[in-house]
């Protein structure tokens, strides 16, 4: 079964540096999520994207946070000056439409660590 | 104001059906129904969605009244792999609102 992949899988980082995140989505889906989950509490949306562009994003996605497809298969979250509240899991996810009834698929996740 | 109303947890044993319920009174006509496991250090994974009457798969079974504002999710014959918080979600579009989920416990 087609999946979604992260890289890294864990990434430690000190304060104030930058962080890209990788995503490779399953390849036919047009839809592409980044969520997080900080330790203990809910999933939380941050942006999607389609067609190249942001469609929607929550507002902890702030302007530290830029999402981008740099080619034909990757999906990246980069946040530009890491805080210690952005520890958490983050999840990519893609889905085939963009409609309810076209099931998120999610990879296994980034733990960041900021330091 | 919750979209969804679930149980924060819930026991059973291996071999046992286990169905979690969840409330969700405001749901809107475009709404699907959806259903996540989450295991720790994991993504959440799909399970099921429907949109009324009954749906099955090869891991569940989702049972949806007329009215629509709730939804039952069936997992027969559970095992100690099936401890995982359980999430239900009705959107209308693809973006997601994760509540806290059902924590299902599975013991031997």
């Known amino acids: 079964e087609p999946e979604v992949t992260q890289t890294p899988s864990h990434q430690v980082t000190q304060m104030g540096q930058e962080v890209i995140l990788r995503c490779v989505p399953i390849?036919?889906?047009?839809?592409f999520y980044w969520y997080r989950q900080i330790l203990g509490q809910k999933v939380e949306f941050l942006v999607s994207?389609?067609?190249?562009?942001?469609?929607?994003k929550s507002e902890i996605f702030d302007d530290q946070f830029s999402v981008e497809r740099p080619d034909g298969s990757n999906f990246t979250l980069k946040i530009r000056s890491t805080k210690l509240e952005d520890s958490a899991m983050y999840f990519c996810?893609?889905?085939?439409?963009?409609?309810?009834?076209?099931?998120?698929?999610f990879g296994n996740g980034t733990r960041l660590t900021v330091t | 104001l919750a979209k969804t109303t679930q149980p924060i947890s819930m026991d059973s044993y291996e071999g046992q059906e286990v169905n979690i319920t969840c409330s969700h009174n405001?749901?809107?006509?475009?709404?699907?129904i959806t259903w996540y496991q989450q295991f720790p250090s994991q993504g959440p994974r799909f399970i099921i969605q429907?949109?009324?009457t009954k749906v099955t798969n090869e891991v569940a079974s989702l049972f949806i009244p007329a009215d629509r504002k709730s939804s039952t999710l069936s997992l027969p014959r559970v095992s100690l792999s099936d401890t995982a918080v359980y999430y239900c979600?009705?959107?209308?579009?693809?973006?997601?609102?994760f509540g806290k989920g059902t924590m299902l416990l599975v013991s031997p």
């Open positions: 996810a893609s889905s085939e439409e963009g409609d309810s009834n076209s099931p998120l698929h």
């Open positions: 390849s036919n889906h047009l839809y």
């Open positions: 994207f389609y067609n190249n562009e942001i469609s929607e």
């Open positions: 405001n749901i809107a006509t475009n709404d699907y």
């Open positions: 429907g949109y009324k």
């Open positions: 979600l009705v959107e209308g579009y693809s973006t997601l609102t």
